[in-house]
C-alpha cells in the first residue's frame, strides 16, 4: 500500500525572509512537499532570504492570493493559533494528510482562516515563539508521533 503521509504548509502574510529562509529549512529537514504564502511583505524581501540549505530548489515556495484556493486534495487544514478552543499539540493526533496554516510573526492568524480549517492546535509554552520555531516542533511533533495517526499504521 502507497504511504498515506503527506504535509505542506500554508504561511499567511509572513513577515521576514529570515523566518522563511528556516521555514523552507524546517519543510526538507520534515518531508513537507511544498510551501505556500500569502501578502506581499515577504515577496518585497524575498531576495534577502536565509534558505541557507536552498530547499528553495526542491520544495517548492508559492505565492497564493487565497490559502483556502490551494489545499491539496485530501488534505486537513490544520491552523497553529494561540486561540481561546485551540487544542495543545501533545494532545493531537495529526491527519496522514495535513496541510498546516501558520499567521505571522507579528500578528495572529486571521479567525476568517481558522475557520475553514478542520482543526485548530496551539504549542503550550510560556510566551511565543517566532514563525520558524512553530514550524519546526509543529513538524517534529508529527515526525515524534510516527504511525500515531487517524489511520494508524502504514504497512
Sequence with gaps: MANKRYSCIGLFNPKSPENVGAVMRAAGCYGVSSVFYTGTRYERARDFVTDTKQVH??????AIDDLQKIIPLGCT??????VEGARPLPEYTHPDRAFYIFGPEDGSLDKRIRAWCEDVVYVPTNGCMNLAATVNVVL????????NTRSGPQY
Excluded at 57 to 62: F, S, T
Excluded at 77 to 82: C, G, I, S
Aim: glycine letters at 4%; aromatic letters at 4%.
Design 57 to 62: 530548489l526542491d520544495i517548492p515556495l508559492i
Design 77 to 82: 487544514p490544520v491552523a497553529v493559533e494561540l
Design 140 to 147: 517534529y511533533d508529527r515526525l515524534a508521533k510516527g504511525n
